[in-house]
């Protein structure tokens, strides 16, 4: 009869064993204090500026390979060498609870030393916005690694007497293990046995949990290992009693034989399940590990087959090396989530020469040179890291520098990653999407039935030339009904007939008043055109040319407004920046970085509004840094907005002008105060200055020993706003997702919901509540005697900022009441030529005046000049030597949610987790350092005082025992 509880037993003994030398503790203090060293010094925690505690477990599988040899060492080799072992193999107790309890006891010790490690994380989230999704999966990763470990470490004890021997070969073969999976050794070898190497390798798989990804694949690779070599140890102690007789000799082959159908069942699950790809599950903030709902979405819009293509050498850049299997694995979940629509392959063109021709002459792709150094030599490899996407007749192609993020950790130490690759590629298959459908039948993309309203006035009522459009508006409306299959109807309605109902009632819902030929015409007719699918209006404007071909084209273009499979236009409104190579260097308003990046997913078009027109086919106006708009610039933002258009305003009372010796601030006139202030909205001639903010860098000269030399100091610029999860509007899609925005040089702006009640006002970005405002123009960083002291102190009162806000709803034109500017000089005689000929006449303008905007319009503003300037976005991005994308990424989001483009914005937020360390003082860094050794230190004495009193409750109820027997 085996005693009850024999494997808890077992475990205690062998747990009160190890904490009873003192060698224990001296043990998990070396444990504690070189995963601390490794987090704050070697990955440089506080230097990354990343909430997260990727450091602690990047040097974990090592740890544990020491930490597993020294509490497995002594498990059997002791028992083997003082001969108790026999003793144990004459108990009734099984060789398999005796592996047990011992297995149990070390995992125990081992989550005892990794519980330890705690106040890291808490110190993180505490510093910043921690997702403790991976945190999680990392603890989960450490415990299944250490039980693999010490499996192998208990095998290789049983076999031993020395616990020396048993050290070093638990060291040797666990190494062995982690290393199968180093880039060294992958490089030697062909990449196809080089991933097999890696399937085999602890330490890949367990990179792989601590990202996030809890995948069934790795968490059974793990306890197949247990298994083997526990198996292994079973077996090895049944061997120990048959020497000494024990058991008949009958069942030996019975052991080996399941010892073996074991150990092929557990290495076969690993080669079965090594095909099975969806049993996982994302840990993560926004699961950005997984394919998105958005992304599926946009699969499910395909009418043709997708091709997804890979295009891999298998000798590649060592950097690059291990991104690929990362690529496959999520472009083969595209083939998953296609549902039979999306084909994808992977090919290694420089092992098929036909591929490799096709590649080169229809998609342009190229080998890219590579140096690759080893031991021996340095090379360059031509190699390929392309990404295909193919639909229909279009395609695009997807390189190594549109698929990975590179970031200078140090001047020798570059991080290399895949930057968001289904961001990317969702984003190529959306472009190949709308590029085909906008090639083809226009309403197959369009949902729902759209109306067309013509509110024009009777024939005999408009002049000459609106009478031919007016003709052929019929012929054009018909063709367009033939085509749509049920999709488009047109109504006409004269506002001028009957009492006058109509006319007031587009008045009050649309704002759409009579229009005149001239300002000297008393004619007052209605020529209005407008498209509604019952919740979204659109109007279309008058063409230039007057004729049918211009109006289908027009119309086209608001149609287009209602499809989802069709790349938008924004129009761009920037000033054009004088270049002067003889001027000193200023902060000169190039928005290129702007348009570079909106041109990833939309068409930008640059327009001045000097014609007092938004061309037809802009979507959404972007008004950058605006200056000086005259009447007639207003008048084309005023009716685009009226029109129920989204427009994004940067703009203050204030910009930046930078020389070689200051830094000031002047008078700005943007020409949209007044427009502003009729909508309740104002923009302080002021700026914000914020206790938490982003550092200036600046140069300095120092002399040291008679030598001078120069180098970057980062100062505190209290005019760099750096704005954090509470700052940034948590509930909305714009804001939600950006890990943080640097706000530099802007003004407080406000909104007086008394003189708007029509409008909904949405603060979107806010500075700290230590915040203060200054009309100071001199905006020189301040220095001290030392360069990491500041002199900016807090002038007035301090609180939160409003800096960039959404307003949204009925507007009231600035025009309304007032003539139409493009009419005012329309009745100008021209002068006759010298040759006394009379020219042209100009094309006839008809205009009117919306008076009130649809509930549509939108206002995005930003109220700063500079923050998405050229030159700020470079000198915020050379502090860390990375360029600082996240107030473009704002411009941005803000675009995708007006225009609909949602998907890419949820996939895009799911990456931007924001987990960023707020700035902070060697001092404050000092602190927190110092904190976690000393709650690590506490720790260890509270095992120590849980031991001693457990100790002291043996020993009283020993003692009672032996009083009792006596």
Not at 133 to 141: E, K, N
Not at 328 to 349: H, Q, S, T
Not at 657 to 671: I, V
């Amino acid at each position: 009869m085996q005693p009850k509880g024999s494997i808890t037993c077992l475990a205690r003994k062998e747990i009160a064993q190890f904490f009873s030398s003192p060698v224990a503790f001296v043990f998990l203090g070396t444990f504690l204090a070189v995963s601390l060293f490794s987090f704050f010094w070697v990955d440089a925690f506080f230097a990354r500026n990343i909430a997260d505690v990727r450091p602690l477990f990047q040097s974990m599988p090592l740890l544990l390979i020491f930490l597993v040899a020294a509490l497995t060492m002594r498990m059997w080799s002791e028992e083997r060498r003082m001969g108790t072992i026999e003793f144990l193999m004459t108990l009734p107790v099984t060789p398999l609870k005796l592996v047990l309890g011992k297995f149990v006891a070390c995992i125990a010790l081992l989550a005892i030393a990794v519980a330890l490690t705690l106040p890291l994380p808490i110190t993180v989230s505490l510093l910043g916005n921690l997702d403790w999704g991976p945190v999680f999966g990392a603890y989960l990763a450490t415990l299944f690694l250490g039980a693999s470990y010490i499996a192998i470490g208990l095998f290789i004890s049983s076999r031993n007497d020395s616990q020396i021997v048993s050290l070093i070969l638990t060291v040797l073969v666990c190494l062995g293990f982690y290393l199968l999976g180093s880039e060294t050794l992958a490089n030697l070898l062909n990449q196809k046995t080089g991933e097999i190497l890696q399937s085999l390798s602890t330490g890949i798989r367990f990179d792989s949990i601590t990202r996030g990804i809890l995948d069934i694949r790795d968490i059974y690779y793990y306890l197949s290992l247990v298994g083997v070599f526990l198996t292994l140890n079973i077996l090895g102690l049944e061997k120990q009693r048959w020497s000494t007789g024990s058991g008949p000799r009958a069942h030996h082959k019975a052991w080996y034989a399941l010892v073996t159908f074991t150990l092929l069942n557990l290495i076969v699950g690993n080669v079965w399940l090594s095909q099975v790809k969806t049993l996982r599950t994302d840990l993560t903030h926004g699961q950005i590990f997984s394919i998105s709902d958005a992304t599926r979405q946009t699969l499910g819009r395909l009418q043709e087959p997708l091709l997804i293509r890979g295009y891999f050498s298998a000798k590649t850049h060592p950097l690059l090396s291990p991104l690929v299997p990362q690529l496959r694995d999520l472009i083969k979940e595209y083939e998953v989530a296609g549902d039979g629509r999306v084909r994808v392959e992977f090919v290694d063109p420089q092992q098929n020469p036909e591929l490799e021709d096709e590649a080169n002459t229809k998609y342009s792709i190229k080998p890219v040179p590579f140096q690759v150094s080893d031991k021996y030599q340095a090379s360059l490899v031509n190699s390929y890291f392309n990404v295909l996407v193919s639909y229909g007749d279009q395609f695009e192609v997807l390189g190594f520098r549109d698929l990975i993020e590179v970031k200078e950790k140090a001047e020798m130490d570059i991080d290399v990653k895949l930057r968001n690759p289904e961001y990317d590629i969702t984003k190529a298959v959306k472009k190949v999407l709308t590029s085909f459908q906008s090639s083809g039948e226009l309403f197959t993309s369009i949902k729902q039935p759209i109306t067309f309203t013509g509110y024009v006035s009777d024939t005999t009522a408009l002049p000459e030339e609106l009478q031919i459009l007016r003709a052929a508006m019929d012929d054009v409306l018909k063709d367009f009904e033939e085509k749509s299959g049920g999709k488009f109807q047109a109504t006409l309605e004269d506002p001028q007939s009957g009492d006058g109902q109509l006319a007031q009632t587009i008045l009050d819902q649309f704002g759409m008043r009579p229009m005149s030929a001239s300002l000297l015409s008393n004619e007052q007719f209605y020529f209005y055109m407008l498209l509604s699918d019952g919740k979204q209006h659109v109007q279309i404007a008058i063409p230039d040319a007057l004729d049918s071909e211009a109006l289908k084209r027009n119309i086209e273009a608001g149609l287009k407004r209602f499809a989802g499979d069709f790349t938008r236009t924004v129009g761009l409104v920037a000033p054009q920046a004088e270049q002067n190579p003889y001027a000193p260097p200023s902060n000169t308003h190039n928005f290129d970085l702007l348009r570079e990046k909106l041109t990833e997913t939309l068409t930008v078009k640059d327009v001045d509004l000097n014609d007092g027109k938004v061309p037809e086919d802009v979507d959404l106006l972007i008004l950058a840094a605006p200056e000086n708009l005259n009447d007639k610039q207003l008048f084309a933002f005023d009716q685009f907005l009226m029109q129920g258009g989204t427009v994004v305003l940067a703009t203050s009372p204030l910009a930046t002008e930078l020389s070689r010796t200051s830094l000031m601030a002047k008078p700005y006139e943007s020409g949209l105060g007044d427009w502003l202030a009729q909508q309740g909205i104002s923009v302080d001639n002021s700026l914000v200055l914020d206790p938490q903010n982003a550092r200036f860098p600046i140069p300095v000269t120092r002399n040291v020993g008679g030598f001078q030399f120069q180098e970057v100091s980062l100062l505190d610029y209290p005019y760099f706003a750096d704005i954090r999860s509470e700052g940034l509007n948590a509930s909305s899609m714009i804001t939600s997702g950006l890990p943080q925005l640097t706000m530099a040089w802007a003004s407080p702006l406000h909104f007086d919901a008394t003189a708007a009640t029509g409008i909904t006002y949405t603060p979107l970005v806010n500075t700290s509540e230590g915040s203060w405002t200054s009309e100071s123009l001199e905006l020189t960083p301040r220095m001290g005697d030392l360069a990491s002291t500041t002199l900016w102190t807090p002038e007035g009162k301090t609180s939160s900022q409003v800096v960039g806000a959404m307003f949204e709803g009925r507007f009231e034109s600035y025009f309304k009441g007032k003539p139409s500017p493009l009419l005012s000089t329309e009745t100008a005689e021209k002068a006759p030529t010298a040759e006394g000929e009379t020219p042209p006449a100009d094309k006839p303008t008809f205009s009117g005046v919306l008076d009130k905007s649809a509930e549509s319009a939108r206002i995005f503003l930003f109220a700063s000049n500079e923050f998405v300037t050229d030159q700020t976005i470079n000198l915020t991005s050379s502090v860390d030597r990375t360029l600082y994308l996240n107030s473009l990424q704002l411009v941005q989001n803000a675009v995708d949610w007006s225009l609909e483009d949602r998907d890419l914005l949820a996939i895009r937020s799911r990456s931007q987790f924001a987990n960023t360390l707020p700035p902070m003082e060697p001092s404050q860094q000092m602190f927190w350092e110092y904190l976690n050794y000393a709650l690590m230190l506490a720790g260890l004495a509270l095992i120590y005082m849980v031991y001693r009193g457990w100790l002291s409750r043996q020993h009283k109820r020993h003692a009672r025992l032996l009083g009792g027997n006596v």
